[in-house]
């Protein structure tokens, strides 16, 4: 429980890209906005076939939550980042 802050903070410092709006919530209940729920929707699908699982969010489906076990590593967090930001700079803009 004590890592919970620094873990939200590194995915807060890195999940920095122009199709992500801001990213909401708090320790590791976040959620990255969207301009279209069109980048929501590739976001998931995609980072599920890469084998990271993302879900939308019920009431904004231009959202996608993270909600990762509270045990996971820093080494995984940065690598489930990797896997965002590699779907997102493929997205056309």
């Given amino acids: 429980m004590d890592s919970i802050s620094t873990k939200e903070k590194i995915f807060k410092e890195t999940l920095k890209h122009p199709l992500i709006k801001k990213i909401n919530g708090k320790g590791l209940m976040l959620a990255m906005i ?12 995609n980072a599920l076939n890469k084998g990271l699982i993302l879900f939308w969010l019920l009431w904004n489906k231009k959202a996608v939550r993270i909600s990762p076990p509270l045990n996971i590593t820093e080494d995984e967090i940065k690598k489930g980042c990797n896997i965002i930001l590699n779907i997102l700079n493929n997205i056309p803009s």
């Fill in 34 to 45: 969207f301009e279209e729920k069109s980048t929501a929707n590739t976001l998931v699908l």
